[in-house]
């Protein structure tokens, strides 16, 4: 059984997806389940934005609360 992750603090969302069971999280929790071209990404709702992000392999993830997440970008 995988160790869960803290998603109240900076994580990569490819860690967040190989963790969770995506198909429990739906909008509720603002994240986005992708199956494109046979890869799978999340897209996270940040309300900056007013909208789901995809993020980069750089980028990392924090959970805010009521289904917001905000992206810190770089390293």
Known sequence: MKDLLNVYEWNYPEDILNSLDISTFKDKYGIK????HGKSTLLFYVHYYGRYVLTNENEKVKYLGNGEWEIKYGN
């Open 33 to 36: 389940y992708v199956l494109s």
